[in-house]
Nanobody
Framework: QVQLVESGGGLVQAGGSLSLSCAASGLTFSRYGMAWFRQAPGKEREFVGTCWSGGSTYYADSVKGRFTISRDNAKNTVYLQMNSLKPEDTAVYIC?????????????????WGQGTQVTVSS
């Protein structure tokens, strides 16, 4: 079955950086659009960014210029490099995979989800 396993979360001070990874298995990774979402306590799941099969990327305005998504199809892994972190970036970061490709920002566009990894940014 499909599995998405995130890693790399933790506690960081405001202005710092953190790098997340999401390892995928059980799917033909290169054919899937991959994305990162985040969810803070009491809030809805929020789109962060996506990298589709051709390598193009699209970001939420709130993270544009600070976060970078990349993928390594040979390793079945998608990454999220987060720089200039702010306290409002605190959330569980969740990896997602879609059979479709393109700048998809809705939760319902994605077929598979990981369990998430906690990112906490202190002020």
């Amino acid at each position: 079955q499909v599995q998405l396993v995130e890693s790399g979360g933790g506690l960081v001070q405001a202005g710092g950086s953190l790098s997340l990874s999401c390892a995928a298995s059980g799917l033909t990774f290169s054919r899937y659009g991959m994305a990162w979402f985040r969810q803070a306590p009491g809030k809805e799941r929020e789109f962060v960014g996506t990298c589709w099969s051709g390598g193009s990327t699209y970001y939420a305005d709130s993270v544009k210029g600070r976060f970078t998504i990349s993928r390594d199809n040979a390793k079945n892994t998608v990454y999220l490099q987060m720089n200039s972190l702010k306290p409002e970036d605190t959330a569980v970061y969740i990896c997602a995979a879609s059979r479709r490709s393109g700048a998809m920002i809705r939760v319902r566009d994605y077929d598979y989800w990981g369990q998430g990894t906690q990112v906490t940014v202190s002020s």
